[in-house]
């Protein structure tokens, strides 16, 4: 047996059954009023049967005001009969395939779209800065409506693992609103939620409290981390490291090591965004996949919690070099928007690479010439992730991916979805 095909119990008794997961990424397949039905739970039938030991979804919403996107699935309030089955199904399709499923939830803070939010939230008045007036300004949260928050939480945490999810993962990276209080460029309060990272990260630490009092012991809790927000004065790794100690002394049973936020989106593997990592022979190869495995080694060495490390593995060596390293769980994203059956694939010896799709898609320049380079490289950026945003429908469809489309035309075929998905949302 390979070690990417051994088996992984974390500390809550949940067994992995091998060490590859289905990372979260944003689906965009909910039905009208943010409920999981048909397209949501044919994708997940189908990375169900791709041989990943977990699955995590993308974001689910705690509250419908404050989106990701327009058709995120949101689970808030008093749930329906319909929306229980439809959440039910969603789980049973997560693991049809014998795998472990984890619902990630999420509250965007001021990265909820204008489209979505006329006045996001998020812990101060700091609106994101990035031209094209896609956010608007945010105002500052009140000290009742963050308990609400940590409430809203712990309910839709809940209601998923009710539903048969195996646990939840809380999003608390990527520029999202637990990440924003966090991140001192964003979280500029005087109060208990501000200031020091102790008060910084109360609100993470409070959520994860109020999530694990509402699934119990058996049902996994795990905590999305950035590594650091790649910003000067933002969210540092000396930060996340003592964020890490913090998550140890609650029961935390996995840690996704992940970095940046929309105005350093290096969780997206954008050119030339990427972190720098230190050069060493053995390093070579994670310098180019594996984005975050510099930090994750850092964590690994000092946290009690198991690590799952996402962003760019794309050959069996980087894996199998992580996991040598003491990495727990292989999280795999974009490869499974084209080739759902990638981990069976790499399980079985058939694979020893990933195709690196980013790599083959470029935008034509005729559509980028006059763009200043940064401008250029964030169109591009976009484009790109419209490629996969597409082929993520497709699959929600029940059509085969696509492995080649112009990427303009997903990009305006995106937003052309987006903008319809939020009138009917």
Same mark, same amino acid.
């Given at each position: 047996m390979t070690l990417m095909a051994s088996p992984f119990t974390l500390p809550c008794g949940v067994k992995i059954a091998n060490r590859l997961a289905k990372a979260a990424m944003t689906e965009g397949l909910a039905e009208p009023g943010g409920l999981a039905g048909a397209r949501i739970t044919r994708a997940y039938s189908i990375?169900? %049967? &791709? &041989? *990943?030991?977990?699955?995590?979804?993308?974001?689910?919403?705690?509250?419908?005001?404050?989106?990701?996107? /327009?058709a995120n699935i949101v689970v808030e309030g008093e749930q329906s009969a319909e929306a229980r089955a439809g959440l039910a199904a969603f789980a049973q399709a997560a693991k049809s395939g014998g795998g472990v499923a984890i619902a990630q939830i999420s509250h965007a803070g001021r990265q909820s779209p204008k489209i979505i939010a006329p006045e996001p939230v998020g812990p101060s008045a700091v609106g994101v800065q990035l031209p094209g007036g896609v956010f608007a300004a945010p105002r500052a949260l009140t000290d009742i409506e963050i308990e609400d928050i940590i409430a809203r939480f712990a309910h839709t945490a809940r209601c998923v693992t009710d539903a048969g999810f195996d646990g939840v993962q809380v999003h608390a990276a990527h520029g999202y609103l637990i990440s924003e209080f966090?991140? /001192?460029?964003?979280?500029?309060?005087e109060d208990r939620w501000g200031g020091p990272l102790e008060n910084r990260a109360r609100l993470l630490i409070e959520t994860v409290r109020a999530v694990r009092q509402s699934v119990g012991p058996d049902k996994a809790v795990s905590v999305k981390l950035n590594s650091s927000d790649f910003q000067k004065g933002g969210f540092s790794f000396e930060d996340c490291l003592e964020v890490v100690a913090l998550l140890d002394q609650e029961g935390v049973d996995l840690i996704e090591v992940s970095g940046g936020n929309y105005e350093q989106p290096s969780m997206m593997g954008l050119k030339?965004?990427? /972190?720098?990592?230190?050069?060493?022979?053995?390093?070579?190869?994670?310098?180019?996949e594996a984005y975050f495995m510099t930090y994750a080694r850092e964590v690994i060495a000092a946290a009690k919690?198991?690590?799952?490390?996402?962003? #760019?593995?794309?050959?069996?060596? %980087?894996?199998?070099?992580?996991?040598?390293?003491?990495?727990?769980?292989? &999280?795999?994203?974009?490869?499974?928007?084209?080739?759902p059956d990638s981990p069976a694939r790499l399980l079985r010896g058939e694979w020893d690479w990933l195709p690196a799709w980013e790599s083959r898609m470029k935008v034509h320049p005729v559509f980028t010439a006059a763009f200043p380079d940064t401008v250029r490289r964030a169109v591009e950026?976009? *484009?790109?992730? *419209?490629?996969?945003?597409?082929?993520?429908?497709?699959? #929600?469809? #029940?059509? *085969?991916?696509?492995?080649?489309?112009?990427l303009m035309a %997903?990009?305006?075929?995106?937003?052309?979805?987006?903008?319809?998905d939020a009138k009917k949302m």
């Open positions: 990375w169900a %049967a &791709g &041989g *990943a030991g977990l699955q995590i979804t993308g974001n689910i919403m705690i509250d419908r005001r404050y989106r990701e996107r /327009p966090l991140n /001192p460029r964003v979280n500029l309060r030339g965004l990427e /972190p720098v990592f230190e050069d060493n022979a053995r390093d070579s190869t994670r310098a180019r919690t198991p690590v799952m490390v996402t962003g #760019g593995f794309r050959t069996a060596k %980087a894996m199998t070099e992580a996991l040598e390293d003491g990495v727990a769980v292989i &999280g795999l994203g974009r490869p499974l928007c084209v080739d950026g976009l *484009a790109l992730m *419209a490629f996969f945003y597409r082929n993520i429908l497709r699959l #929600g469809d #029940g059509k *085969a991916a696509k492995r080649s489309m112009s %997903a990009l305006i075929a995106h937003q052309i979805t987006e903008r319809a």
